[in-house]
């Protein structure tokens, strides 16, 4: 119910994006030091608030799509997991981020929907959300064409497993 006010335009950034912030996370960068990481349209930035005046770079590009980065997140493993946006006809992407010793390593998950045979064509369709709990992560997807169906997968660090499926396609 406050009202904020900012304290210094020292600490404004202005990252040009064609839908906005589509996720925020905080996470320690390659200096040690706490990041704020920024999933746009447009790809991932890493925003450096140590400095007086903040500084932002892109640190992943990603062809540009409304979905990148929704709601991404820390999870367990101690990585920034991320998704790529996708149409209802392309099985989902995604994406982790590790930082130690100084360097930045970012990889598709193990066993990601896009690696090997893929999924059903009933199962297509981008993450909508990323959680993490009880070592595992569970995201959201699909659902958004008449012949998708939304559902619940898990990750138990091998690979992505159905949890639940809706009955009713497009829901």
Aim: hydrophobic residues 35%.
């Amino acid at each position: 119910g406050d009202t904020w006010v900012d304290e210094s335009a020292s600490t404004d950034i202005d990252i040009s994006s064609g839908n906005g912030p589509q996720g925020i996370a905080v996470m320690t960068g390659i200096d040690n030091e706490d990041k704020l990481y920024v999933g746009t349209r447009e790809g991932l930035y890493e925003v450096d608030t140590a400095p007086s005046t903040w500084t932002f770079r892109l640190i992943f590009p990603m062809s540009d799509h409304n979905d990148n980065c929704r709601r991404m997140g820390v999870m367990h493993d101690g990585a920034l997991w991320f998704a790529q946006g996708v149409d209802d006809d392309t099985p989902p992407i995604v994406y982790r981020m590790f930082v130690s010793n100084g360097a930045r390593t970012i990889e598709r998950v193990p066993n990601d929907f896009s690696l090997g045979d893929g999924v059903t064509s009933d199962a297509l369709g981008p993450i909508r959300r990323m959680i993490s709990a009880d070592g595992m992560v569970y995201a959201s997807a699909g659902g958004g064409a008449a012949s998708r169906n939304a559902r619940i997968w898990c990750h138990n660090g091998k690979g992505w497993h159905s949890v639940r499926r809706h009955g009713t396609a497009d829901q």
